[in-house]
């Protein structure tokens, strides 16, 4: 697989900025971590290994790749470390950017930002750590947002793995401790003058006990030796 440099994917960045044209009202967020061994799913890591772990995000990454290509929002893949040439996201679907910030609040703000000032009217945001993730949650978001602010998926580990709005609302990515069951309670407690819908609340997969229910997942970390 052919890799950019940070330097040559930031330039590349900005050309694409400068000119692309939306061909939706909508554009989708999908935020993944470079899948690499040993620096994804490292809480899952402990306890069956990197290279389970690795196999199973990969599991994972294809997984919202096919759910999220079906979306008729224009799609945008931000990747952590670099932006990877030739892989699962097709270009031809999605177009590839790089996450900026020291946290994860300010890289989702940072995100948000840039395509609303490419003329977006809705945007949303989605993980990619999600097997029950499905191509009608997304919808479901575009078509909340024509009647309320905000659309929120919670996680049942008291994150967010869906999260959509009409307008900039920056006080929703500030002081969170990211990565914490506190997420979602006070994201809410920080929603003020907007009105917003919750999604149904959905399994996000960090840690061994998230995968016990899933059988197409115990091939990478069962074996028969």
Not at 98 to 108: C, F
Not at 123 to 129: A, H, P, R, T
Request: contains cysteine; neutral net charge; glycine residues 6%.
């Amino acid at each position: 697989m052919g890799l950019f440099t940070t330097k040559d994917s930031e330039s590349i960045n900005n050309l694409a900025t400068n000119f692309y044209v939306p061909t939706s009202k909508n554009a989708l967020i999908i935020f993944t971590r470079n899948p690499e061994l040993g620096k994804c799913k490292t809480r899952l890591a402990k306890t069956i290994g990197n290279q389970a772990a690795l196999g199973i995000y990969m599991h994972l990454l294809s997984h919202t790749a096919q759910i999220s290509k079906k979306s008729t929002a224009d799609k945008f893949v931000f990747y952590s470390e670099n932006i990877i040439e030739n892989d699962l996201w097709n270009s031809e679907v999605f177009r590839k950017k790089m996450q900026q910030g020291s946290d994860l609040g300010e890289r989702m703000e940072h995100a948000f930002t840039e395509l609303f000032a490419l003329g977006y009217e809705k945007v949303v945001i989605i993980g990619s750590d999600l097997l029950d993730l499905k191509t009608t949650h997304i919808d479901n978001a575009f078509k909340l947002l024509q009647e309320h602010d905000l659309v929120i998926g919670p996680a049942k580990d008291g994150g967010y793995y869906l999260f959509g709005m009409k307008k900039l609302q920056p006080n929703i990515f500030k002081n969170k401790a990211w990565g914490t069951s506190t997420v979602l309670k006070d994201t809410l407690n920080d929603i003020q003058n907007c009105t917003f819908v919750l999604l149904e609340a959905l399994n996000d997969i960090d840690t061994f006990e998230d995968i016990q229910s899933y059988q197409q997942l115990k091939k990478f970390y069962i074996t028969n030796d």
